[in-house]
Nanobody, 115 residues
Framework: QVQLVESGGGLVQPGGSLRLSCAAS????????MSWYRQAPGKQRELVAA???????NYADSVKGRFTISRDNAKNTVDLQMNNLKPEDTAVYYC?????????WGKGTLVTVSS
């Protein structure tokens, strides 16, 4: 069983920055594939960014150049640095881990981008 807890959400003005963090349980965090998803009101959940156990990353086109995903295997955390935030980035952000073909989800953290 993998448990995930997100933190770092909040209210930010357009153009601002936030850093989300996801803390994962388990002594084998280093082999989890980790990713961040988001779900805006009335919309489907979508992939924002992903990072493999080897450190390879990929991003949704809408966030390329603004968001950066990183992981710290010593701390069992995966972070999402979000810069130049836009109102359309407003959503609940979820952390996901994949281990042995099973998806594990956190409960999410709300990001609101508004002036």
């Amino acid at each position: 069983q993998v448990q995930l807890v997100e933190s770092g959400g909040g209210l930010v003005q357009p153009g601002g920055s936030l850093r989300l963090s996801c803390a994962a349980s388990g002594s084998i965090f280093s082999i989890y594939a980790m990713s961040w998803y988001r779900q805006a009101p009335g919309k489907q959940r979508e992939l924002v960014a992903a990072i493999t156990s080897g450190g390879s990353t990929n991003y949704a086109d809408s966030v390329k150049g603004r968001f950066t995903i990183s992981r710290d295997n010593a701390k069992n955390t995966v972070d999402l640095q979000m810069n130049n935030l836009k109102p359309e980035d407003t959503a609940v952000y979820y952390c996901k881990a994949v281990y042995v073909g099973v998806n594990y989800w956190g409960k999410g953290t709300l990001v609101t981008v508004s002036s």
